[in-house]
C-alpha cells in the first residue's frame, strides 16, 4: 500500500531528497528518508505488560508490514521492548543492516571518529557508514551513549572502542574527525581540569597519530574561541575577545589551544589539518538535560514548565540543524581549505525570540494531539551567567567560496522535525453498560511548512478495512458492531463500539495485525 512520503523544502522552498554533497572527489550524498530511519528509531519502541507477547512482537511479518508505513526502512530498526509494568526495557540487535554502499578498496577510506558515540559524532558516523567507509569510534561515554550508534555494533564496517583521547590509541587511518570533548556548559564546567587535559592531550594524541599514518585530520572547534565578540558577525579573522580565567575558560581557552596545537604540527611535522569552528546545533539525539538553550527549551515546554531565558533575553544566538553541520565537516575533510572555517547558520534570533517560536511549535503540537493545557508556559528570566555571549553569528563567507556550502534547513524545520511525531496511533477503551467503545486516535503531523505526512484519513481508511474484515470474519455477529467516525480538538477518529462478549475476540484479533504492534498493550485493556 502506497502512503505519502515526508517532504522537506529547505529555504529556497526546494525539496531536500538528499543530504551531502559529491565535491572536491568525495560523494558524500545520501537519502534523506534512509538516515531519518536511523534517528527516528525511538519512535518505533513497543510496548508490553505481557511476557508471551514478546514473540509475537519480534515475528517477521511486523518488520514487513511496518516498512509499508515506514517508507521501506523499519526493516533495518531494532525494535526495543518496554515493560511499562516493571518500567523495564528489552534492547533487540538488529536482523540486518541498513544497506551502505558497496565501495571499491581504492575509495573505501579507513575513518576514526572521536567522540562518535555523541550528538553530533553520531549523526556523523551514520552518515560515513552509509557512504561505505570503515569507521572506528573512540568514545569513553562521558557524554556520548552507546545507544547512538548501537545498530552499527556487529557491521563488518564498524568498530566502537571505549577509550579516553588523554591516552595515546594506535590504529591504521586515512582520516581522523577528532570530535571528543564536552561542549555543553554543566558537561564541561563539571571537570574543568579534565576538560582542559581532553582538549590538549586528546589533540595532542590524536594530532600524533595523524603524523604517524599520514592521515588528514580534522579538529572540531567552537565558535567560543571567540569569546563575547566585539566583532558581529564573526569572521574568521577575528582573534576573539575571551576571559581566560572564567567558568567557561576551561573549554574555551581548551579548544584556541587545541587550534594552536593544530597548526603547529602542521607547519612543524606537514599534518593535514582542517579547523571547523561550529556554532550553536540542534537536532535529534540531543541530550535533554545537557544545559544547552535549545534542548532546554523543548522539555520544559513539553513538561508544561515555565521557560527559563537567562538575562533579558536580548542576547543572540544562530542555530543551525545538524544536518547542515555535517554536510559542511564532511566537506571541509574532503576539501583543500586549511584555514579555520566557521559551520553555522546566519539567521539570527534573540534568545526570547527563540523561547517564544519553541512555545509556539510545542503548543501546535499539542493542539494537534487534543491535549488540553491548564495554562500556558510563561517565559521566566533569571540573572545571566558569567561571561554568556552578548551576540553570536558566523560570518560563513569563507565556507560558502572554499567549500560551497551554506545552510538548507531553517531554524522552524529543524525544531518541527524535533518536536512532532510523523504519525502515531493509540488505542483508548472505555466500558459503558452494555458495551465498550474503542477509540482509534490518529493524530498526525499537520504543517503548512516543510512536513507533510500521510493524511490521517488513509489511516482511518486503513483502520476501517482491518474492521471491517473483521466484521466479515463474524458473519451473524455483525450486527453486534457498529463503526462511526468523529472529529475533535484537530484530530480525527474512528470510534468502534461492541458489545462485551467480542471485545476480547476483537482485542485479539487487532493485536495480531502488524499494524497495530506499536500500540501498547495496557491501552488495549478497559
Request: hydrophobic share 35%; charged share 25%.
Given at each position: 500500500?502506497?502512503h505519502s ?31 531519518r ?5 525511538s ?17 517477521g511479518?511486523a ?71 570503515e ?113 567557561r ?34 537536532g ?25 531565558v ?16 555535517i ?16 559551520i ?57 567560496e ?5 545552510p ?16 502515531f ?53 455483525v ?12 484530530r ?5 463500539i461492541?458489545?462485551?462478549k ?25
Amino acid at each position: 500500500m502506497s502512503h505519502s512520503p515526508i517532504t522537506t523544502l529547505d529555504k529556497d522552498g526546494q525539496e531536500i531528497t538528499t543530504v551531502g554533497f559529491n565535491r572536491f572527489g568525495f560523494d558524500s550524498e545520501v537519502p534523506l528518508d534512509v538516515l531519518r530511519s536511523l534517528y527516528l528509531r525511538s519512535h518505533y519502541v513497543l510496548s508490553t505488560n505481557n511476557l508471551d507477547d514478546v514473540n509475537d512482537l519480534d515475528s517477521g511479518a511486523a518488520e514487513i508490514q511496518h516498512a509499508k508505513f515506514l517508507q521501506g526502512h523499519a526493516a533495518y530498526q531494532s525494535k526495543s521492548i518496554y515493560h511499562p509494568d516493571t518500567q523495564s526495557i528489552s534492547y533487540t540487535t538488529l536482523s540486518r543492516f541498513p544497506p551502505v554502499k558497496l565501495l571499491p578498496p581504492s575509495q573505501r577510506k579507513r575513518i576514526l571518529v572521536t567522540g562518535g558515540a555523541g550528538f553530533v559524532g553520531s549523526h556523523l558516523v551514520d552518515r560515513l557508514m552509509l557512504l561505505g567507509h570503515e569507521v572506528t569510534v573512540l568514545d569513553n561515554f562521558f557524554t556520548g551513549s552507546k545507544t547512538t550508534v548501537s545498530h552499527w555494533i556487529g557491521h563488518p564496517n564498524f568498530e566502537m572502542v571505549r577509550h579516553d583521547v588523554v591516552e595515546p590509541f594506535m590504529i591504521e587511518c586515512d582520516q581522523i574527525y577528532h570530535l571528543a570533548c564536552p561542549a555543553s556548559p554543566p558537561h564541561y564546567q563539571f571537570n574543568a581540569v579534565k576538560t582542559i587535559k581532553t582538549s590538549f592531550m586528546g589533540t595532542l594524541n590524536m594530532l600524533g597519530l595523524a603524523k604517524r599514518t599520514k592521515a588528514r585530520f580534522l579538529i572540531s572547534s567552537t565558535s567560543e574561541v571567540y569569546g563575547d565578540p566585539e566583532v558581529h558577525p564573526q569572521t574568521e579573522e577575528y582573534w576573539g575577545h575571551v576571559n581566560p580565567i572564567g567558568p567557561r575558560a576551561c573549554y574555551d581557552e581548551g579548544k584556541r589551544v587545541a587550534e594552536t596545537l593544530t597548526y603547529g604540527f602542521q607547519r612543524q611535522d606537514g599534518v593535514d589539518v582542517r579547523v571547523a569552528r561550529i556554532f550553536n546545533t540542534y537536532g535529534p539525539r540531543m541530550n535533554p538535560y545537557d544545559g544547552r538553550v535549545v534542548s532546554n527549551f523543548i522539555v520544559q515546554a513539553l513538561k508544561g514548565e515555565d521557560m527559563t531565558v537567562y538575562g533579558d533575553g536580548n542576547q543572540t544566538r544562530s542555530f543551525q540543524y545538524v544536518h547542515d553541520l555535517i554536510d559542511g565537516l564532511i566537506t571541509l575533510m574532503n576539501s583543500d581549505e586549511t584555514r579555520p572555517v566557521n559551520i553555522g547558520n546566519s539567521d539570527e534570533f534573540t534568545i526570547g525570540e527563540f523561547a517564544e517560536l519553541v512555545r509556539e511549535i510545542v503548543e501546535k503540537v499539542q493542539d494537534q494531539d487534543g491535549d488540553v493545557r491548564m495554562r500556558r508556559v510563561d517565559i521566566v528570566y533569571k540573572e545571566m551567567p558569567t561571561d554568556d555571549p552578548q551576540k553570536r553569528r558566523p560570518d560563513t563567507t569563507r565556507a560558502k567560496e572554499s567549500l560551497g556550502w551554506q545552510p538548507r534547513w531553517t531554524v522552524r524545520m529543524g525544531l518541527e522535525e524535533m518536536v512532532y511525531p510523523a504519525i502515531f496511533v493509540a488505542i483508548s477503551s472505555h466500558r459503558a453498560s452494555r458495551f465498550f467503545t474503542l477509540q482509534f486516535s490518529i493524530l498526525v503531523t499537520k504543517m503548512d511548512g516543510p512536513y507533510r505526512t500521510m493524511p490521517s484519513f488513509m489511516i482511518l481508511n486503513i483502520l476501517t478495512t482491518y474492521i471491517r474484515l473483521y466484521m466479515t470474519s463474524m458473519g451473524p455477529q455483525v450486527k453486534d458492531l457498529s463503526i462511526r467516525g468523529k472529529r475533535y480538538y484537530g484530530r480525527d477518529h474512528k470510534v468502534l463500539i461492541l458489545k462485551p462478549k467480542l471485545y476480547s475476540h476483537f482485542i485479539t484479533y487487532l493485536k495480531a495485525i502488524d499494524f497495530f504492534r506499536q500500540l501498547p498493550s495496557s491501552e488495549l485493556h478497559p
